[in-house]
């Protein structure tokens, strides 16, 4: 197949990384960590600019008609710079919303907005008991006239303290692990009955729990009672999104690992002359490119129309991609020493992103044992 990228798309990858290696130094992130939201509202203006938040939404809709394989060169970019700022959320997740759920009207009404830069969505799906399983619900949806109220706590709500929405995985009816009775409610941040309280992640990311009280939904994502379907594809397309992010922020910690043992000297020589240490700077050269292929393969799974054979191809992914960043962050701690548990260097923040990405919508550990109980990628003969 052919890899190569079409002239759009270079220029989509040499303007982003232009505008991001300009203002996303790591002095940059860390002032943006330190502002009121946890991020840029200059970059996310730079952003909407550059048509980074309309790019995966059809021109009839207001967006500039990217597909996968651009959400996953600006993906790739956003993880060279481990960016704070809610494009992954909104566009990612909330856009996948919009694109599979929403009716000509609401996508009207939200998408020229998100490509300006003036709307944030944020997925609010995790609860406390529901782990990794999408259809662990336990938040309800009771009708209330022509519209809904929705009743429950969610937690890990990426970028939730500065959502303008929230698309809320409610149960109709069933019960808890029911995988039929689930619905996708949109429900503004300004709606009566929603108290959010917000937090900061790990790698410097803002998260959320979100309760909400009897809050009427805006609107419903497709079938009131059949969401969970979209909920699969969105989170599988967010998962190759992941994947790209990952490769980003791998290669970076990768070089920055050459570079220092091209140039830290112990006991007279620099220590990149260790053949022991050359070794494990090619293991994670190998973890590197193994991940890039899988990120490429995600990219191509994800636009697949067999749910089940696209989940299974997810699991492989994160499988595959969350060992490989594990490894490639913990080599590069081990072989930049002392320096690398300082604030004041990347490395530790690299690894940081890394480990919060491989946990997001399932760990390696989990994806393993579901791909495991669904016969492997390739069916023995």
Same mark, same amino acid.
């Given at each position: 197949?052919?890899?190569?990228?079409?002239?759009?798309? /270079?220029?989509?990858?040499?303007?982003?990384?232009?505008? *991001?290696?300009?203002?996303?130094?790591?002095?940059?992130?860390?002032?943006?960590? %330190?502002?009121?939201?946890?991020?840029?509202?200059?970059?996310? /203006?730079?952003?909407?600019?550059?048509?980074?938040?309309?790019?995966?939404?059809?021109?009839?809709?207001?967006?500039?008609?990217?597909?996968?394989?651009?959400?996953?060169?600006?993906?790739?970019?956003?993880?060279?710079?481990?960016?704070?700022?809610?494009?992954?959320?909104?566009?990612?997740?909330? @856009?996948?919303?919009?694109?599979?759920? %929403?009716?000509?009207?609401?996508?009207?009404?939200?998408?020229?907005?998100? /490509?300006? @830069?003036?709307?944030?969505?944020?997925?609010?799906?995790?609860? =406390?008991?529901?782990?990794?399983?999408?259809?662990?619900?336990?938040?309800?949806?009771?009708?209330?006239?022509?519209?809904?109220?929705?009743?429950?706590?969610?937690?890990?709500?990426?970028?939730?303290?500065?959502?303008?929405?929230?698309? +809320?995985?409610?149960?109709?009816?069933?019960?808890?692990?029911?995988?039929?009775?689930?619905? *996708?409610?949109?429900?503004?941040?300004?709606?009566?009955?929603?108290?959010?309280?917000?937090?900061?992640?790990?790698?410097?990311? =803002? /998260?959320?729990?979100?309760?909400?009280?009897?809050?009427?939904?805006?609107?419903?994502?497709?079938?009131?009672?059949?969401?969970?379907?979209? *909920?699969?594809?969105? +989170?599988?397309?967010?998962?190759?999104?992941?994947?790209?992010?990952?490769?980003?922020?791998?290669?970076?910690?990768?070089?920055?690992?050459?570079?220092?043992?091209?140039? =830290?000297?112990?006991?007279?020589?620099?220590?990149?002359?260790?053949? %022991?240490?050359?070794?494990?700077?090619?293991?994670?050269?190998?973890?590197?490119?193994?991940?890039?292929?899988?990120?490429?393969?995600?990219?191509?799974?994800?636009?697949?129309?067999?749910?089940?054979?696209?989940?299974?191809?997810?699991?492989?992914?994160?499988?595959?991609? @969350?060992?490989?960043?594990?490894?490639?962050?913990?080599?590069?701690?081990? *072989?930049?020493?002392?320096?690398?548990?300082?604030?004041?260097?990347?490395?530790?923040?690299?690894?940081?992103?890394?480990? +919060?990405?491989?946990?997001?919508?399932?760990?390696?550990?989990?994806?393993?044992?579901?791909?495991?109980?669904?016969?492997?990628?390739?069916? %023995?003969?």
């Amino acid at each position: 197949m052919d890899f190569d990228l079409n002239e759009s798309q /270079a220029l989509l990858q040499d303007s982003i990384r232009k505008s *991001l290696t300009a203002k996303y130094g790591f002095e940059n992130r860390k002032a943006y960590m %330190a502002s009121e939201t946890g991020w840029s509202r200059e970059m996310w /203006a730079q952003y909407a600019e550059l048509g980074l938040l309309g790019l995966p939404f059809s021109e009839e809709d207001g967006g500039f008609g990217g597909g996968p394989e651009e959400t996953m060169l600006v993906a790739e970019q956003m993880g060279r710079h481990i960016t704070l700022e809610p494009w992954f959320s909104t566009v990612v997740l909330g @856009g996948g919303f919009l694109r599979h759920g %929403a009716d000509a009207a609401l996508r009207g009404e939200l998408v020229p907005a998100i /490509a300006a @830069g003036e709307a944030l969505i944020s997925l609010a799906q995790v609860e =406390r008991q529901s782990r990794y399983d999408l259809f662990d619900v336990t938040t309800t949806a009771k009708k209330d006239g022509e519209g809904y109220a929705i009743t429950g706590r969610k937690g890990m709500v990426l970028h939730g303290d500065t959502a303008d929405w929230f698309v +809320v995985s409610a149960r109709v009816s069933g019960g808890q692990r029911d995988k039929g009775g689930i619905g *996708l409610f949109l429900v503004s941040a300004k709606t009566p009955g929603v108290d959010v309280r917000g937090f900061r992640l790990v790698d410097g990311g =803002r /998260a959320a729990e979100v309760d909400f009280t009897n809050a009427r939904a805006h609107a419903v994502l497709g079938d009131a009672e059949g969401g969970l379907p979209i *909920l699969d594809r969105v +989170v599988d397309e967010a998962i190759a999104a992941l994947a790209a992010e990952a490769i980003g922020a791998m290669e970076v910690v990768h070089n920055m690992t050459l570079d220092y043992l091209k140039t =830290r000297q112990q006991f007279g020589k620099v220590i990149g002359t260790f053949q %022991a240490l050359q070794h494990r700077a090619a293991d994670m050269l190998v973890a590197l490119e193994q991940s890039r292929s899988m990120a490429y393969f995600a990219t191509m799974a994800a636009q697949g129309s067999d749910a089940v054979e696209r989940r299974k191809n997810m699991h492989a992914v994160k499988a595959q991609i @969350g060992r490989s960043q594990r490894f490639v962050g913990q080599q590069s701690i081990q *072989l930049h020493g002392g320096i690398a548990m300082t604030m004041e260097y990347g490395a530790g923040h690299y690894f940081k992103r890394l480990t +919060v990405n491989e946990a997001m919508f399932g760990d390696t550990d989990h994806h393993l044992r579901a791909l495991a109980d669904a016969g492997g990628l390739v069916q %023995a003969a």
